[in-house]
């Protein structure tokens, strides 16, 4: 499937959801278009980390969208889309795309059940004996080309190393995604 096609499946999926979504209870409401989420927006976004606007657009489009439609408002409603996607506690697409890359390096770290993943990863060795070296950081290899940089061996691995120690160490996936979750919200709705 397209990306295009993609998208068109995902509008037309919100279409469908918003005839029903008068008979749904708010909390209800909120566990379709999670799931909606994860199948639409989650799948594959990885790969469009660093790219332009033009290609992350049609996307945050889906998730406004489907924001409206979950809070029960129509486009012209007076609350901006950020504030919705806010107040349903969801991450805009950039931060989901590093939400997701940062949980891609923790399994590997963790589990190594991606044993294609786990390769890439190297923890830092520090030539002197610093406090950084116990940090949980990670190897970043040399690249020349920017979009060699956008590749999972670079991206990942530098967002991982932008983490808060405190998350880095965390030991247990629940755990690792609910400061993630908690750091990432944070950072995209920084209060004033």
Partial sequence: MTSHQGIKSCFYHI?????????LDDATAASVASALVSSCLDQMNS?????ALKHTGRL???Q?????VVVNQRSRAPFSSIELLKQLHWLPLEWRIQF?????????LHTGRSPYLTDLLQHHQSTRSLHSSSSYQL?????????????????????WNKLPLRIRETQSLPAFKRHLKTHFFQSAYPTP
């Fill in 15 to 23: 279409r469908s959801f918003r005839q029903i979504r008068s008979s």
């Fill in 47 to 51: 790969v469009l980390y660093g790219t």
């Fill in 60 to 62: 945050q489009r889906v």
């Fill in 64 to 68: 406004r969208a489907l924001a409206r």
């Fill in 100 to 108: 997701k890359l940062a949980t891609l390096t923790f399994k590997a």
């Fill in 139 to 159: 190897f970043i290899p040399r690249h020349n080309l920017w979009f060699g940089s956008r590749a999972f061996r670079f991206s990942a691995l530098w967002i």
